[in-house]
């Protein structure tokens, strides 16, 4: 029975780990940006568009104080919320680690060696919180080294820059295949014997090197998860979040050993140790694998090598899920694995939930949403093929101006979800504002920026939202972590971080900065033609009539505005 729970425990993290990710999708600002500069609009060069960014900052503090009813983004808030998805993912990345074959197995051992060696049980339980909190301080002083060696800003750079998503994405390869039993990931013996030596000590002294023992030997089992988790903590650019994950990590590792010395008489019950052990590396080996491409998917996208479109993407994931669902179901084997004379009910019902995974990505080689992880595909815009498009409502014919060729089109067209027709010059939404006598609705957003895909697709769909959109705004989408080179003569360095600017990301990332005091994505900003905010601009909100007060309430000011 333990075991059937145990296995059961391991389909609840396959479930739970794309659900963390997608739940931090929703309480997140995702695309964090270099700090920006002073866009008092001097790459443009216009001093009436100086003049009006100091306007908008004034506009924004009186505005603020009328307009109750939105919700601005608070970046504070979503920092705390991303620590605390982070410790979430630690920790069940730590449960995962239990039932590795290098953990598992040295439960009963370690903790009988307590219970012998300390005489007495309360000494026994005494030792092994000494030794679970000792797990817990090794774990968090990598998260911590990691920062420190990366650095705050470069943390902030590192989910959009390229050479460091192909790196994980290589890396989580690797860390899939040795899951996989290509090869082991160990550190050199020597070192692991030395520090196993002075786990003899006693004390607290041996106590802590027993705990580091620990995390040495069983690296092979534990590397591919750390790594898995300390790229992604890192990755989200907060100075905290790599310790973070490791405390959610060596947390749920310490809770078995002090838990079974409060309770000896839990170790009878633990399953035996045996092949079942191999299928949970193989199974994470797999996952591993699937979220490999996501980082590969961010360099695809920032430098418009047009290779992972989202068909693609979702192939490969497809491919992956159902070997994973027919190894669950022993018929295919990997060189570690026991023979699998019978399919247990557990194994069953892992496989059962695989494949009905695999049958609901299937539609999505069509077009269909799959909205539960719209935000970690790359956008609807680069398949090929959509069903959904076909009966798609083209952009409003009435939106014509005297501007002939939208500026960036041929980049960004790609990003932009079917049916809707964006600029992607802030000066050119201006021109068209004036116009058509439109407001400009600005859209900060980004290549990487799954909160940015998660409101076109779970907002921006809503037939009420598209019409408005459509209607009644010059939309301006302004990409800040595309990676294309200016024109030299549009370099120069920031008046405010003191930067060079010389890509299109960085042209926007610094005038949202500059201008809006705001660095997260999405950020959605309602300003008249020239530039003057008139609501306070807003976040990423899925409730679709919240979004719909904020364009409302934007329309109306600008119309206010014009009558005067």
Wanted: glycine share 6%.
């Amino acid at each position: 029975m333990k075991k059937v729970l145990l296995l059961l425990l391991m389909a609840t993290m396959f479930i739970a780990l794309p659900a963390v990710k997608s739940y931090a999708i929703v309480t997140q600002d995702t695309t964090t940006t270099a700090p920006p500069d002073d866009m008092v609009f001097t790459e443009v060069g216009s001093a009436q568009d100086s003049a009006a960014n100091h306007l908008v900052k004034d506009t924004v503090k009186k505005d603020t104080v009328k307009a109750t009813a939105l919700k601005p983004a608070k970046s504070t808030d979503a920092e705390k919320l991303t620590l605390w998805q982070t410790f979430l993912k630690g920790l069940l990345f730590g449960f995962a680690a239990i039932l590795m074959p290098c953990i598992f197995p040295m439960l009963p051992l370690t903790v009988s060696f307590f219970t012998k060696k300390a005489g007495s049980r309360s000494k026994a339980v005494g030792q092994a919180i000494i030794y679970g909190v000792s797990i817990i301080i090794i774990y968090v002083a990598l998260g911590m080294l990691v920062t420190i060696a990366f650095g705050s800003d470069a943390l902030n750079a590192l989910s959009t820059n390229g050479i460091f998503n192909a790196f994980f994405f290589l890396m989580l390869v690797v860390f899939g295949a040795s899951f996989l039993g290509a090869f082991e990931i160990t550190l050199p013996s020597a070192f692991v014997n030395k520090i196993d030596a002075k786990s003899d000590k006693g004390g607290l002294v041996g106590i802590f090197f027993m705990a580091f023992s620990l995390a040495l030997v069983s690296f092979s089992c534990t590397g591919p998860l750390i790594g898995t988790l300390l790229v992604d903590a890192a990755s989200k650019g907060d100075r905290l979040g790599p310790a973070v994950g490791m405390f959610g990590f060596s947390f749920a590792l310490a809770i078995p050993f002090a838990l079974f010395a409060l309770f000896p008489s839990l170790l009878k019950s633990l399953p035996k140790s045996g092949g079942w052990l191999n299928s949970v590396k193989v199974v994470l080996g797999f996952i591993e694998l699937a979220f490999a491409f996501k980082f590969l998917s961010n360099v695809d996208l920032a430098y418009h090598l047009n290779l992972l479109d989202r068909e693609v993407f979702l192939a490969i994931w497809i491919a992956i899920f159902a070997l994973m669902g027919i190894y669950l179901l022993g018929k295919i084997k990997f060189s570690h694995d026991s023979d699998l004379p019978y399919l247990s009910v557990p194994r069953t019902f892992l496989a059962i939930i695989v494949f009905a995974w695999v049958v609901y990505l299937i539609p999505g080689m069509w077009g269909a949403p799959l909205k539960s992880i719209s935000a970690f595909l790359p956008p609807t815009a680069t398949q090929d093929f959509d069903l959904n498009n076909l009966t798609a409502a083209p952009a409003n014919a009435g939106n014509k101006t005297s501007i002939k060729e939208k500026k960036y089109a041929a980049l960004f067209h790609r990003l932009t979800p079917k049916g809707f027709d964006p600029y992607y010059d802030y000066d050119q939404a201006k021109q068209a504002s004036k116009e058509l006598g439109k407001p400009v609705l600005i859209d900060f957003t980004g290549w990487n920026c799954v909160n940015c895909r998660k409101m076109e697709n779970n907002v921006w769909s809503n037939p009420e939202v598209a019409k408005r959109l459509k209607n009644d705004f010059v939309m301006a989408e302004l990409v800040v972590d595309d990676k294309t080179e200016l024109p030299v003569e549009e370099h120069y360095v920031s008046t405010f971080s003191n930067k060079k600017i010389n890509t299109i990301g960085k042209k926007w990332s610094d005038f949202q900065a500059a201008t809006f005091n705001s660095n997260s994505q999405p950020q959605y900003v309602i300003v008249d033609g020239e530039g003057n905010v008139l609501v306070p601009p807003q976040g990423a909100d899925y409730e679709p009539e919240n979004y719909i007060k904020f364009l409302d309430s934007g329309k109306a000011a600008f119309q206010k505005k014009t009558n005067e």
